[in-house]
């Protein structure tokens, strides 16, 4: 393992050797049920003041921490030449986790992007390292949702699973929901554009397919029945540096009942601040290659510092 730089606070040899995973007594889990109601005029979100939160992120490829353009990713019998990759690195990313549970980074994610054993024992190690600290999702399902959860995931993150042929299945999604709770699941609704200026549609399967879930905020009222949060990449920018898409982030604002966090295009502290408008304080924010841990050029420290600013701000007479 390479040497960590002084700002994960790691030395080396930290994580070497076996990884013991912890087991959680089975009455967490929330009694069985048949179906979740609820009214979709109902908003839920508080009336308290709201402060939007940096979400940091772990991205896992083949067991390596890595920044990848997500709209490039493709099924693994699919030409690996299409793949972008903006950085890897030999950090595990068990040293990220603990940089970010040192900077009370709360409610960040780690996506498996792909299926294989290394890239799943990496995820493994990382929510271990940060126990009830970080999102997990990448291939989850009711076969192994409550083992992530088990082993320090706060949320599993789910999106191709609970779609069958591009449509949303209630039935996977309320399986889910019987298995770890609403208050465990996160949905990813990452989407695109249909056509230029037109709706946005959720997609699935490395970002290649297209479903017919159209953002709304009927729709996303409808889904916050079943989860505790949303989160959301904007898949035509992310990864891109090219700039946050407003308009998603506006409409997310506007439209979710429910914790959201937006990924894609952040690449300064002046798209942090845009984010917070647009959104007006509901929409967390998820930044990745453009931070300097990641081989970008924004400052984590810098972004560490805004984080802790916004909730300040809102206390301060």
Not at 3 to 27: E, I
Request: aromatic share 8%.
């Amino acid at each position: 393992m390479m040497a960590a730089a002084s700002k994960f606070g790691v030395t080396d040899g930290l994580l070497s050797g076996s990884v013991h995973f912890v087991r959680r007594s089975q009455t967490d889990l929330i009694p069985p049920r048949t179906r979740v109601f609820c009214h979709a005029s109902v908003d839920c979100r508080s009336s308290a003041k709201e402060c939007p939160q940096f979400r940091p992120c772990i991205d896992i490829h083949k067991g390596k921490v890595k920044q990848i353009v997500g709209s490039t990713l493709a099924d693994q019998h699919e030409k690996a030449e299409k793949l972008v990759t903006n950085f890897e690195t030999e950090k595990s990313a068990a040293e990220y986790a603990q940089l970010y549970q040192r900077d009370g980074l709360f409610g960040g994610h780690v996506i498996m992007l792909g299926a294989d054993e290394a890239s799943q024992r990496s995820a493994l190690e990382a929510v271990n390292a940060f126990p009830g600290g970080l999102q997990i999702g990448g291939g989850v399902t009711p076969n192994n949702a409550q083992m992530y959860i088990d082993n320090g995931a706060s949320h599993v993150i789910v999106t191709s699973f609970i779609f069958t042929d591009g449509r949303l299945d209630y039935g996977k999604l309320e399986e889910l929901v019987r298995v770890v709770g609403k208050d465990k699941l996160v949905i990813d609704l990452s989407c695109r554009r249909v056509s230029e200026g037109g709706d946005y549609a959720v997609v699935t399967h490395r970002w290649q397919r297209f479903t017919n879930f159209i953002l709304s905020k009927s729709a996303m009222e409808s889904l916050a029945c079943y989860a505790d949060e949303f989160l959301v990449h904007g898949v035509d920018v992310e990864g891109k540096r090219l700039g946050v898409d407003k308009e998603l982030v506006a409409l997310l604002g506007q439209w979710s009942p429910i914790p959201v966090t937006y990924a894609g295009g952040v690449s300064s502290l002046a798209d942090l601040e845009l984010i917070r408008d647009a959104g007006a304080g509901h929409v967390n924010v998820t930044v990745g290659s453009a931070l300097d841990i990641f081989g970008g050029d924004l400052e984590y420290e810098k972004v560490v510092q805004w984080h802790k600013q916004q909730c300040v701000s809102l206390t301060s007479p």
